[in-house]
């Protein structure tokens, strides 16, 4: 699923590519990409058509384009969404869901392989759609508050892994940067978030920042086509992972052979030397 770096490398291509540009017409291929758009897809595509796309905005995993009129279409790219602006010349791609027609020529595709993403529209939502107000902010945001990210971590008795992995608490974290962070922090990922140690917070906080931050540079992490920027291009940070992915290589830091353990239906990789596995769930 993409996460934080790759959300944001793809608003910034709808920034620069759809920002200013008006619907011309909306045609929907696959109804279920418009699932959680209550009215229906007939509603969806009548609030849409005629508007303008006045910017481009993200909170943690989530993006939303607010609309002229104060509305905004808000969407979740799940496994495999991916938002591509085309030239109408260029060939339909094989699992186009959605289609905009904006009046510069171009058109804004969602495509989504797995149909676990989607889109809609947000009534009232251009600020900040109410759907997503339960979501955190997320370590890059300028108004994220790490004092109360520390308090409320604290106030947790889970492994440290599970917690960094809620919306609620920190967006725009998923597997691959968690485990990234925790390898070079330090921690394992079962660590228990009550017995975390101030610096031990503020390590893990500044090493989430620095991973995302380079992940940016490298536009994501792409393990295959399902991630892709605006244009179709991937990302090529996996080329710099210390840990996610590396089961059986070994450590950049110490040479023992990474491993990756069964987690939250997912994997977690990690080295059994620099992040030893806590004793008693304590530390």
């Not at 495509?111 to 370590?139: K, M, N, T, W, Y």
Request: proline fraction near 6%; charged fraction near 30%; charge should be neutral.
């Amino acid at each position: 699923m993409p996460e934080l770096p790759e959300v944001e490398v793809v608003r910034r291509g709808l920034a620069e590519h759809v920002v200013g540009r008006g619907i011309a017409d909306v045609e929907i291929l696959d109804s279920r990409s418009v699932r959680r758009h209550g009215p229906g897809p007939t509603d969806f595509v009548a609030r849409l058509r005629g508007r303008r796309i006045v910017s481009a905005e993200r909170r943690g995993k989530y993006l939303w384009l607010p609309l002229d009129d104060d509305d905004a279409i808000l969407g979740h790219l799940g496994m495999s969404g991916q938002l591509l602006v085309s030239s109408p010349d260029i060939a339909d791609p094989r699992h186009l869901r959605v289609r905009l027609r904006l009046d510069d020529g171009s058109e804004l595709r969602f495509v989504d392989q797995r149909i676990f993403g989607g889109l809609s529209v947000s009534e009232g939502g251009a600020q900040l759609p109410p759907e997503i107000e339960h979501i955190a902010r997320d370590p890059l945001d300028p108004l994220f508050d790490a004092a109360e990210f520390a308090r409320r971590l604290r106030r947790r008795e889970t492994g440290v892994k599970r917690a960094i992995l809620d919306q609620t608490l920190i967006s725009g974290v998923g597997n691959i940067y968690a485990d990234e962070a925790l390898w070079r922090t330090p921690l394992h990922y079962a660590r228990n978030t009550r017995h975390l140690r101030t610096r031990e917070i503020d390590g893990l906080l500044g090493h989430l920042r620095d991973v995302m931050t380079d992940a940016l540079a490298e536009g994501g992490t792409s393990f295959d086509a399902l991630y892709v920027n605006v244009n179709g291009q991937s990302g090529y940070f996996d080329r710099s992972l210390h840990a996610y992915g590396r089961e059986g290589e070994p450590c950049d830091r110490c040479g023992t052979p990474i491993r990756r353990d069964a987690f939250m239906n997912r994997s977690s990789y990690w080295c059994p030397r620099c992040q030893p596995r806590p004793r008693n769930g304590r530390w």
